[in-house]
């Protein structure tokens, strides 16, 4: 995932970028308003903008509403000193998508950008693997031509196992994704779902694997 980040203060702009960085994320960091309009001008490849709003010369404000008037739909969280509300009405009546209000918890940026990633994916109209099928829009889960019930979480889980089908997840990238905004699952809690899930696809033709000291891994049953 490609994240530029917008942000004067080059403490700050350090401290973003190893943080997003140790999530997985390639960084890249510019330092005023005008670089980063020259820089969404070109055919860049970034899927969220982290915008600080009070940049020396062209301010976020600006920066947004060039963006938008390009048609360009990459996501922008904006970060913001300013914590009046039309400060924040201003920034979405531009074009941004978010905003947080300096100080932030790290945590929180990174699922919210996160977040924001993942609503600018197209995403398919379903899910399948062996019996096993995720009718995406319909929120319905199917072994086969049975109609399977799930939870809000096991769905969540089952949908997180299905996109990364034959690739190990750990229970910490399952809490992360599923729960991007730090609502409360423990690891213990993973594997209560996994277990259920277990049960209610034994029939699909496929298995959720432990690999011990790793995580899970959906497959096809041999």
Request: no cysteine.
């Amino acid at each position: 995932m490609h994240i530029l980040v917008v942000e004067d203060d080059a403490v700050l702009a350090d401290g973003l970028s190893r943080v997003l960085g140790g999530h997985g994320m390639a960084v890249e960091v510019v330092g005023n308003g005008t670089q980063a309009d020259l820089l969404l001008q070109r055919a860049v490849t970034a899927e969220v903008v982290v915008l600080d709003i009070g940049l020396p010369g062209m301010d976020g404000f600006e920066v947004v509403r060039r963006l938008r008037a390009r048609g360009s739909a990459v996501p922008v969280l904006l970060l913001t000193a300013r914590d009046a509300i039309e400060d924040r009405v201003r920034g979405l009546e531009q074009g941004a998508d978010d905003y947080l209000v300096k100080p932030f918890a790290t945590a929180e940026l990174v699922a919210r950008v996160k977040a924001l990633a993942r609503r600018n994916t197209p995403k398919p109209a379903g899910l399948a693997l062996g019996d096993l099928s995720l009718d995406l829009a319909a929120k319905r889960a199917r072994v086969g031509d049975k109609v399977i019930e799930l939870s809000v979480r096991e769905w969540a889980v089952l949908e997180y196992l299905l996109q990364h089908a034959a690739r190990v997840v750990s229970k910490q990238q399952i809490i992360d994704a599923i729960l991007p905004w730090g609502d409360d699952l423990t690891l213990n809690a993973v594997e209560v779902y996994i277990s259920r899930l277990r049960l209610k696809i034994a029939d699909a033709g496929v298995a959720i694997r432990t690999i011990r000291g790793f995580g899970y891994v959906l497959e096809l049953a041999t």
